[in-house]
């Protein structure tokens, strides 16, 4: 080697030292600082499309050469804070309002990823590994599931329904050449992440039996039960069905505890999907939509999306603990793990899911848990609930609007009714664009039965009433103008939230 390469160059530039760490850490934090308080202030748009839709964020490539942090929040500010919709702005009604991300969660991932520790092994990280398990515990408890679960703090939901089926799949003990006479159970209205995750672990040749929905797009029990009598008569083999507490589309709750009655009686596998739905059981005049959800082998529920956290968590909980554990330890040895599974009767993340080295995800729910205790999350969410329900009783007094769904949780859809298909589509199409060309609050669109509809979800903890009546008077305006057959004339005043 020759002298050159053991100078400390590089380490020289990598290693900030305290003051040049403490003053990167001030630009940052200040930059923040300064997005956050427009947010608060309603000074900037929930959503935005720049016309080079952020492309121009390509010419600033990486070199050789350093850049200042000046430079870098200027292209991080102009491309990709100005383009799509902002997440941290409380004018977000669209989708799911994923990742509303209260700021204590940043400076947890901040903390776990400036002093790095091992969250995948006990051995490597017990105090990392007792933490995650802390929260998998709280979350298995929210459920009131029996002891003896497991579980384990994933990227988000979809990853998390792949731990769950691929656990289903283990214990049913199906094999290969089983796919094709194995049978799930969902209902349109379920997670297209399902499919995803059959998909992914083989299940993608599976027979999927679609569960007729009541009027409220809840799975009817009594259907899945006559579906599965029927297959299993034919020498199928049905294996899973999975419900959902909060459908994306609708927010409808699925009647867990009449579909674990059929799930016993057929000996399958029980899912249920709360990625959006499950942080309201918080709540206590929600808690009769989790009825039964004990009796779930397994459950999802996103962190991410009902407790306000940023992107980038979900939570998987199997209530037999051995059978996701048996899913995912490796079968062959690998010697360079050795050590690390040492104290086999700890619980080591890396023994209940595929992923190995991982981010140590727990501490950005843990900090904000702990800092705030879990009432200003329950509170928060009860307004939701509220707006949702005040939402939609004022959009039936605005003349010529319908609502589509009354929120089981917080997700209304809606349309404005022209007595014409044709023309519902065009001009609730046309409505949107408006919506989302001012800017100010972002919603989204569905089709329920092939019908264009507009949807909203309230779930940021930004949003308060001052929003939804923003969305309201926007609407009666827009009532007011189409009545008088003035769609193509609409001017719409720019307001804030
Ligand atoms: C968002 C969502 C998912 C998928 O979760 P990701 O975290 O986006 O991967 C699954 N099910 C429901 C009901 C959801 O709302």
């Not at 850490?25 to 608060?40: G, N, R, S, W």
């Not at 199928?236 to 709750?253: C, D, K």
Request: hydrophobic share 40%; aromatic share 10%; net charge neutral.
């Amino acid at each position: 080697m020759d002298n050159h390469t053991m100078e400390r160059l590089g380490y020289d530039r990598l290693e900030l030292g305290s003051e040049r760490r403490r003053l990167l850490t001030q630009k940052v934090t200040d930059f923040i600082e300064e997005h956050l308080q427009k947010v608060e202030k309603k000074e900037t748009a929930c959503f935005n499309i720049n016309d080079d839709r952020a492309s121009g964020l390509l010419n600033f490539s990486i070199s050789e050469e350093p850049k200042d942090i000046e430079s870098l929040l200027k292209v991080y500010e102009e491309h990709v804070l100005q383009n799509g919709v902002d997440l941290s702005h409380g004018g977000h009604l669209g989708l799911i309002p994923s990742g509303s991300a209260v700021y204590p969660a940043a400076l947890g991932d901040f903390l776990a990823a400036s002093i790095n520790r091992h969250s995948c092994a006990f051995y490597l990280g017990p105090g990392a590994a007792r933490l995650e398990q802390l929260l998998i515990s709280w979350v298995a408890g929210l459920f009131n599931f029996p002891a003896g679960f497991a579980g384990n703090l994933t990227s988000g939901g979809s990853t998390a329904t792949v731990l769950s089926f691929l656990t289903a799949r283990q214990s049913k003990q199906l094999k290969a050449r089983d796919f094709e006479r194995t049978v799930i159970y969902l209902t349109d209205a379920l997670h297209v992440c399902a499919y995803k995750a059959l998909n992914v672990i083989g299940l993608g040749e599976a027979i999927l039996r679609k569960v007729p929905m009541d009027k409220k797009f809840r799975m009817v029990p009594e259907e899945l039960r006559k579906i599965v009598k029927r297959d299993k008569e034919a020498g199928l083999l049905p294996a899973i069905v999975a419900a959902s507490v909060g459908t994306t589309n609708f927010g409808s709750v699925d009647p867990i505890d009449e579909i674990a009655d059929v799930a016993e009686e057929f000996n399958l596998w029980l899912h249920v999907d709360a990625a959006y739905g499950g942080f309201f059981v918080l709540v206590d005049e929600m808690k009769y939509h989790f009825k039964g959800v004990h009796r779930a082998d397994s459950i999802i529920v996103d962190p991410h999306k009902s407790l306000f956290m940023p992107l980038g968590l979900g939570v998987v909980v199997v209530k037999d603990g051995y059978k996701l554990h048996n899913a995912n330890i490796l079968t062959v040895e690998a010697s360079y793990l050795r050590d690390v599974d040492m104290f086999q009767d700890e619980k080591s993340p890396k023994n209940f899911s595929f992923e190995l080295s991982k981010h140590f995800r727990g501490v950005r729910v843990w900090l904000p848990l702990q800092l705030y205790g879990i009432k200003p999350f329950r509170e928060c969410l009860k307004e939701k609930v509220e707006l949702a329900r005040y939402f939609t009783s004022r959009l039936g007094e605005i003349p010529g609007f319908v609502v589509d769904n009354y929120p089981q949780l917080t997700v209304v859809t809606f349309h404005y009714e022209t007595g014409n298909d044709d023309t519902n589509e065009r001009v609730n199409q046309h409505l949107l664009e408006r919506i989302l060309q001012d800017g100010s609050v972002y919603i989204s669109s569905t089709t329920i039965g092939g019908k264009f509809r507009l949807r909203i979800c309230v779930l940021h903890f930004r949003s308060h009433k001052d929003t939804i009546d923003f969305l309201l008077s926007f609407l009666t305006k827009a009532a007011v103008s189409l009545s008088s057959g003035m769609i193509k004339k609409l001017h719409w005043r720019k307001c804030k939230v």
